[in-house]
């Protein structure tokens, strides 16, 4: 979806993907509940841990989908990696200078 041309664009056609909106607006609403209970930071922002670890694993994604990996790499053991990488920094506070727009 997120390489296929012919798909239309979400930031073109927001109007059209509610469910979208919908779908983040849950998931951010449940990385905000592992904030108040204490596994992030306090003023970690839901929306930029959102977008972080969807960038990760897609970023493992594009990779497998392209044939960019090696033989014998295992995309999933990567994968796994990554997200933890990325959760690890998170729970450290590891700042962060992106600054999404809210899911919603």
């Known amino acids: 979806m997120f390489l296929d041309r012919s798909v239309p664009r979400i930031s073109r056609d927001w109007e059209r993907f509610g469910f979208v909106r919908d779908m983040k607006k849950a998931v ?15 003023g970690t922002k839901a929306d930029a841990v959102f977008r972080i670890l969807l960038a ?11 044939e960019r990996l090696a033989p014998g790499e295992d995309a999933d053991a990567l994968a796994r990696d990554t997200l933890e990488a990325a959760l690890t920094g998170l729970r450290a506070g590891s700042p962060h200078s992106f600054h999404p727009s809210a899911c919603n």
């Not at 990760?56 to 392209?66: D, E, Q, T, W, Y």
């Open 28 to 42: 951010a609403e449940q990385i905000q509940a592992v904030i108040d209970a204490g596994d992030f930071p306090q």
């Open 56 to 66: 990760a694993i897609h970023g493992v994604a594009v990779m497998r989908l392209c």
